[in-house]
């Protein structure tokens, strides 16, 4: 499976906006505290040796830690921090030791001061992360195990309702992509002392960390997951934050430099040929009306929410192509006009955040979005590392869908996977990227997924 071959790119990144900041200071000022992993691991909750449960799996806290796959990743995240490679950062950094360090266990770790007594900071990112906090006055805990308790019930008690694409986006995206809270932010300083490049994408994502079974019980409590909808909510619920902190004064910028973190790596980072017949080795990308030689603002989530776009909200597609073109062209104007064109793409993104969280996403809209991003409207935008990234990402999200909702057969995708993974090879190694081989190995896949519809 492709997702496997992802996995390995995506193994490193895992280490969680603005309404989650505010969820969380309310459940901290009502008086509810993080009681920890081994507060939901009784055998007669979350913690038994085999799924055999007759509502949930009940073995949720042993693939949370699974030491062999993605599964387990949050699990680690804490014990990265005495690695090698994240005590170097530290010492680059000048923090000392990263497993106390602010910066870094905003996201390596449940980093909280409503701590209950069996909490634990070495746990990494517990249950407790992305679920919420759950004891205390009014906390969901109590009622999560009554009898003929609902999920609703739990929600209105302060469980986070990660079976909303937006609710789920938005915790995701506080690690995954940043935060304005203490240690959520990964700025250029960070990653040019080793940090490894911050890339999400909310479906794949969520596939990798899968702990429950999603059967005729699952789908009676919260819904089935479509996840086509999960895809485009989350890239647009990331182009949002992206905006979102850009916009920030205290993050946007960094001394006298624009946060080189909110820009495309590979727009600067590429060999430098000094001599009379260099060619300049980037390559022209039609819809950053940007001047050479400027850094370009990473716009992989804008691409897709564009391919998107075409596809379910075409009476806004237009608009939102406008300002991302605008916005682009602002960069070379100053920081005050980036900041309001920010403010007028971010409206566009949340627009369409609102149209796909309530869309159907039918079986022809699905082959259709795979159709656009890999279109010669969309395509030509595949001049960067970052974007081709999320392209071959979503295709293979896209195909994986259509096979978990019966559209598409598990062995006409396999016939389709060669193509995909050679995809995957063209972006695998950052500083060997090869534009044309990407597009050409895209343009195939997206040709042989149009002849199964």
């Given at each position: 499976m492709a997702l496997a071959a992802l996995a390995a790119l995506a193994g490193i990144l895992?280490?969680?906006?603005?309404?989650?900041?505010?969820?969380?200071?309310?459940?901290?000022?009502?008086?509810?505290?993080?009681?920890?992993?081994?507060?939901?691991?009784?055998?007669?909750?979350?913690?038994?040796?085999?799924?055999?449960?007759?509502?949930?799996?009940?073995?949720?806290?042993?693939?949370?830690?699974?030491?062999?796959?993605?599964?387990?990743?949050?699990?680690?995240?804490?014990?990265?921090?005495?690695?090698?490679?994240?005590?170097?950062?530290?010492?680059?950094?000048?923090?000392?030791?990263?497993?106390?360090?602010?910066?870094?266990?905003?996201?390596?770790?449940?980093?909280?001061?409503?701590?209950?007594?069996?909490?634990?900071?070495?746990?990494?990112?517990?249950?407790?992360?992305?679920?919420?906090?759950?004891?205390?006055?009014?906390?969901?805990?109590?009622?999560?195990?009554?009898?003929?308790?609902?999920?609703?019930?739990?929600?209105?008690?302060?469980?986070?309702?990660?079976?909303?694409?937006?609710a789920r986006a938005s915790v995701c995206l506080d690690c995954h992509f940043g935060s304005t809270d203490a240690g959520q932010f990964v700025n250029h300083r960070i990653m040019a002392a080793g940090h490894p490049r911050i890339v999400f994408e909310l479906d794949l994502f969520s596939t990798l960390q899968?702990?429950?079974?999603?059967?005729?019980?699952?789908?009676?409590?919260?819904?089935?997951?479509n996840h086509v909808q999960l895809w485009a909510v989350g890239q647009a619920t990331a182009l949002e934050r992206s905006l979102t902190l850009f916009a920030s004064p205290r993050l946007g910028v960094e001394g006298m430099f624009p946060e080189f973190y909110f820009f495309d790596c590979h727009t600067c980072h590429r060999r430098i040929y000094d001599d009379p017949n260099a060619r300049p080795t980037g390559t022209a990308n039609p819809s950053r009306p940007i001047p050479n030689g400027y850094p370009s603002y990473q716009d992989e989530n804008m691409i897709m929410l564009?391919?998107?776009?075409?596809?379910?909200?075409?009476?806004?597609?237009?608009?939102f192509d406008r300002n991302s073109r605008a916005f682009h062209s602002a960069m070379a104007q100053g920081r005050s006009a980036s900041v309001q064109a920010a403010g007028r793409l971010r409206q566009s993104a949340a627009n369409l955040a609102s149209v796909f969280a309530n869309a159907a996403f039918t079986r022809e809209q699905t082959f259709a979005i795979v159709d656009t991003i890999a279109s010669e409207a969309i395509r030509s935008r595949f001049t960067d590392y970052e974007g081709s990234v999320q392209a071959v990402m979503a295709t293979d999200t896209l195909l994986n869908a259509m096979v978990s909702q019966g559209t598409v057969s598990e062995g006409a995708a396999e016939a389709i996977r060669t193509d995909i993974n050679a995809a995957y090879a063209a972006v695998r190694e950052p500083n060997a990227y090869r534009p044309a081989e990407f597009r050409a190995a895209l343009g195939r896949a997206a040709s042989a997924i149009r002849r199964l519809r």
């Amino acid at each position: 499976m492709a997702l496997a071959a992802l996995a390995a790119l995506a193994g490193i990144l895992f280490g969680i906006g603005e309404t989650n900041n505010a969820t969380a200071a309310a459940a901290q000022s009502s008086g509810r505290t993080h009681v920890g992993v081994a507060s939901c691991g009784g055998t007669t909750c979350h913690g038994r040796q085999e799924a055999d449960g007759e509502i949930v799996r009940q073995d949720e806290i042993l693939q949370w830690q699974e030491p062999s796959t993605a599964a387990g990743s949050h699990s680690r995240a804490y014990a990265v921090l005495t690695s090698a490679r994240s005590q170097n950062i530290a010492r680059e950094l000048g923090i000392g030791d990263a497993s106390s360090a602010e910066m870094c266990l905003g996201c390596h770790a449940t980093y909280t001061s409503a701590r209950g007594p069996r909490f634990q900071l070495t746990d990494g990112v517990g249950c407790e992360s992305c679920h919420g906090p759950a004891g205390g006055v009014g906390g969901w805990l109590a009622s999560q195990y009554a009898v003929g308790n609902r999920h609703a019930a739990n929600v209105s008690r302060g469980l986070t309702p990660l079976d909303n694409p937006r609710a789920r986006a938005s915790v995701c995206l506080d690690c995954h992509f940043g935060s304005t809270d203490a240690g959520q932010f990964v700025n250029h300083r960070i990653m040019a002392a080793g940090h490894p490049r911050i890339v999400f994408e909310l479906d794949l994502f969520s596939t990798l960390q899968q702990h429950w079974d999603e059967d005729d019980d699952y789908r009676q409590r919260k819904g089935a997951t479509n996840h086509v909808q999960l895809w485009a909510v989350g890239q647009a619920t990331a182009l949002e934050r992206s905006l979102t902190l850009f916009a920030s004064p205290r993050l946007g910028v960094e001394g006298m430099f624009p946060e080189f973190y909110f820009f495309d790596c590979h727009t600067c980072h590429r060999r430098i040929y000094d001599d009379p017949n260099a060619r300049p080795t980037g390559t022209a990308n039609p819809s950053r009306p940007i001047p050479n030689g400027y850094p370009s603002y990473q716009d992989e989530n804008m691409i897709m929410l564009s391919a998107a776009a075409r596809v379910l909200a075409p009476g806004a597609a237009g608009e939102f192509d406008r300002n991302s073109r605008a916005f682009h062209s602002a960069m070379a104007q100053g920081r005050s006009a980036s900041v309001q064109a920010a403010g007028r793409l971010r409206q566009s993104a949340a627009n369409l955040a609102s149209v796909f969280a309530n869309a159907a996403f039918t079986r022809e809209q699905t082959f259709a979005i795979v159709d656009t991003i890999a279109s010669e409207a969309i395509r030509s935008r595949f001049t960067d590392y970052e974007g081709s990234v999320q392209a071959v990402m979503a295709t293979d999200t896209l195909l994986n869908a259509m096979v978990s909702q019966g559209t598409v057969s598990e062995g006409a995708a396999e016939a389709i996977r060669t193509d995909i993974n050679a995809a995957y090879a063209a972006v695998r190694e950052p500083n060997a990227y090869r534009p044309a081989e990407f597009r050409a190995a895209l343009g195939r896949a997206a040709s042989a997924i149009r002849r199964l519809r």
